[in-house]
């Protein structure tokens, strides 16, 4: 029987036998992930287990699931052991036990009776990086609190523990602030395609914040700089340099839509590097000061990114300026500053800022050299690679939504196909503090949307963030059969995932190879992330 358990773990052997769920079952130890447990048995079979404080109750029962926490073991790792009689899940922290509730969850299936089992299996697991991620890019189109908190629930499941929100880009800002309060008031007015806009309100990320950390999730807040602020000229025009009307850009703008670029004027189109702050006026640094100031206050996690990508618009020194002296603002606030790949290249960044790669899998351009000048500052690297991971990619060449220039469509299996060791040279694990897969949304408006790019391919990047690369089930034909069991889960539960089959690999060609000759991300036409 295939096992619809993904990210696979460390270890897992099955044995004769099963754990049958009934309304008689206990739950008991920590209240708090029994509780959990309890909630996700019963969204997922029906089946309502009892939750008892009290030893006596549980051992009079005679059948319980028991959750404890126990002094050893590796952060967020765990151990589940199901018998017939019984079931035990143990771990040295919350996280470990929530994980292993989902592990168990996915275990679950139908007997012939018509109810639901465990088969009896010894389970003992932990992660490969700390760093699990998902970015939801909510300029380009904006989602409410509600559509967040689903995707918040379902990358949980996946064992994701990072949710990256992409606040502002030139088609909108999206968080509210009380020391710029401009910013969503007249910078979040539209979105791509000249659809509505929206923001969150800061009890809303309050809220989010909160939401996401109840299921050992940390927000990572994104305020993309000096780049991609045309919204933020639409509040504070004395900010911003005036829009660099490129070849590309005219480009974008014929093949989509969306025009030219217009200062004062709410931006719908794709075209990306053709907007930027003021680098050499002080009122600049003042704004940042302000903005990240309020978000950082806003934002118990310790990581906090400022973009710095496809600053097309500013000149080589004008950039590394701003780098410089925006990462220095970020560690006065005590927190982490992260960028992606193209800061690297800053000699003057700050030590430990952690850089966000987003090149293709074989890098072009110099992106890897870009990357490992993080590591040269001793900080480490979060993958991205853009023709894997980046679920915005059109999943096959029949999609009517995505976009296809990280070298064209991006398959199922491509976005399995790879090992975050082998991207950048001379790059280790511990160079690499983790993957995180990336949702762009210039053609994504709705929820329905979300979850077609998103599902399966997700469950290929928590796998890659989660599993050792040397495992035995860690293989292409091994995840597609798990994924393929996992998606009657995600259809019980409403998810609208798009089709696990994989299209046949073009003739002459690896899933995750780079095309001689193309284009890189920054040249591309649509070229749109990050």
Partial sequence: MVLGVVPFPRSLSTRAGVFTLSPEVVLTGDAEVAS??????????????????????????????????????APEGYRLRVDPGGVALESPDAAGLFYGAQTLVQLLSHNDAGGWDLPAADISDAPRFAHRGMMLDVARHFFPVPVVERLIDRIAALKLNVLHLHLSDDQGWRLALQSRPALAHRGSQTSALGDP?????????????????????????????????????????????????????????????????????PYTGFAVGFSSLRIRDEATYKFLADVLGEIAALTPGPLLHIGGDEALGTSAEDYAYFLTRATEIVAGLGKTPVAWHEAGRVAGIAPGTIGQYWGFVTPIDGADEDARGFIAGDGRLILSPADAIYLDMKP????????????????????????PTRVIARASDRDILGVEAALWTETLATEADIEAMVFPRIAAAAEIAWSAADGPERTWPAFRERVAVLAELWADAGIRAGRIASPPPVAGAEADSDPAGSASPAESAAGSAP
């Fill in 36 to 73: 959990v447990i309890a909630d996700l048995v019963l969204a997922r079979t029906g089946v309502r287990l009892r939750v008892a404080v009290a030893v006596a109750v549980a051992a009079a029962s005679g059948r319980t699931i028991a959750v404890r926490r126990t002094g050893t073991g």
């Fill in 197 to 265: 806009g929206g923001h969150f309100t800061g009890a809303d990320y309050a809220h989010l914040v909160a939401y996401a950390a109840a299921r050992h999730v940390r927000v990572v807040p994104e305020v993309d700089l000096p780049g991609h602020t045309h919204a933020v000229g639409l509040a504070y025009p004395e900010l911003v340099e005036p829009p660099v009307i490129s070849a590309s850009v005219a480009e974008t703008a014929a093949t989509f839509g969306g025009g030219i670029p217009t200062p004062g004027e």
């Fill in 396 to 419: 096959d060449a029949q999609s009517a939504l995505g976009l296809e220039w990280a070298n064209g469509p991006t398959s199922l299996e491509a976005a399995y196909s790879w090992e």
